[in-house]
């Protein structure tokens, strides 16, 4: 399962091949920032610039639940991920890193969420929340 905030633009119609998904979901454009939850291989990935960052698996007992908590905290370049299956942010982020974009996340941006299965399932987003602090 990944999330991402990413700020390709308005229209998808207006985007170019390259930046069009690939089968992971994830959109390649530089923008594009998230996490992705792996439960076959029990952790986490960064996503960053579009692209899963394979050097960035965090080995974790991952655990398919009805709610998953994603924090990502970005000031200046600065970013902190967090990941919980509670709602109380963990005390430690799972990932920091710099990470200096040109995305401007007071104009409009787009949140995506998905995944891949390799059996049938009936998940589905019952709700979501955002918080902006």
């Known amino acids: 399962m990944s999330f991402t905030i990413q700020q390709v633009g308005n229209d998808p119609n207006q985007w170019v091949s390259s930046q069009l998904p690939e089968q992971d979901g994830v959109l390649r454009d530089e923008s594009t920032l998230g996490i992705s939850i792996q439960y076959y291989y029990n952790g986490y990935y960064l996503l960053k610039n579009g692209v899963i960052d394979k050097s960035s698996f965090v080995d974790a007992d991952v655990i398919s639940t009805n709610d998953n908590y994603i924090w990502i905290i970005k000031e200046g370049s600065s970013v902190d991920m967090y990941v919980s299956v509670v709602s109380e942010r963990p005390e430690n982020p799972m990932y920091s890193f710099e990470y200096d974009t040109t995305s401007d996340y007071n104009q409009?941006?787009?949140?995506?969420?998905?995944?891949?299965?390799?059996?049938?399932?009936?998940?589905?987003?019952?709700?979501?929340?955002?918080?902006?602090?």
């Open 108 to 133: 409009p941006y787009w949140l995506t969420f998905g995944g891949d299965n390799t059996k049938l399932t009936e998940s589905r987003i019952a709700s979501m929340y955002f918080g902006n602090y």
